[in-house]
C-alpha cells in the first residue's frame, strides 16, 4: 500500500459549515440566514424572504449569526452591519473566508461610498442600505444568489 504523506504540505482548510446544500434531504429552496439585531427589520426581512418562496434562519447577533451559519449551511448571508458582539463586517470576513462561502450581503444605514468599500473589502458581495425598498431588496437577493458560492 502506498501512503503519500508529504508534511510541507499544508492540508486544504475544513470548511466552517456542517453541509453543503447539496447533501441536505427536501427542499430545493434557497436558505437565506438574516443576522439582525433589531427585532423589527429581522421580522421584516423575514417576512419578505419567506413571501419570496426562500427558506428563512434568523439571528439576533454576530455570535448566533457564526452558530446559525455553522449548523444550517445557508446558500446567502444577509447581515447587519451595527451588530452586537461579532460586528457585521468582521462576521463578513469571517463567514467569507471558509471554502465554498455563500455570497454575503451587508445591510447597513450607513452605507456611504466608504462603508460600501470596507464592506466589499470584507467579503460582503454587495451592500444594501437601509430602509430598504422592498423590490431592490428582493432584486438584490436574487442577483447575489445566482453570483453563487465561490
Ligand atoms: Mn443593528
Redesign the pocket.
Known amino acids: 500500500m502506498h501512503y503519500d504523506v508529504r508534511p510541507g504540505l499544508p492540508s486544504a482548510p475544513a470548511p466552517l459549515h456542517a453541509a453543503p446544500p447539496a447533501a441536505r434531504a427536501g427542499s430545493a429552496r434557497a436558505r437565506v440566514l438574516i443576522v439582525?439585531?433589531?427585532a423589527l427589520?429581522r421580522k421584516l426581512f423575514r417576512d419578505l424572504l419567506r413571501a419570496g418562496g426562500y427558506d428563512v434562519i434568523c439571528a439576533a447577533d454576530g455570535f448566533e449569526g457564526l452558530s446559525a451559519y455553522q449548523r444550517h449551511a445557508p446558500d446567502l448571508v444577509l447581515v447587519?452591519?451595527?451588530?452586537p458582539g461579532i460586528g457585521?463586517a468582521e462576521l463578513a470576513r469571517t463567514i467569507s473566508a471558509d471554502p465554498g462561502a455563500p455570497p454575503v450581503l451587508a445591510i447597513s444605514a450607513f452605507a456611504g461610498p466608504e462603508d460600501a468599500a470596507r464592506l466589499r473589502e470584507a467579503g460582503c458581495a454587495d451592500c444594501l442600505p437601509k430602509p430598504v425598498a422592498i423590490a431592490e431588496f428582493a432584486q438584490r437577493i436574487g442577483r447575489a444568489l445566482e453570483g453563487g458560492r465561490r
Open positions: 439582525e439585531d433589531e427589520n447587519d452591519v451595527q451588530l457585521g
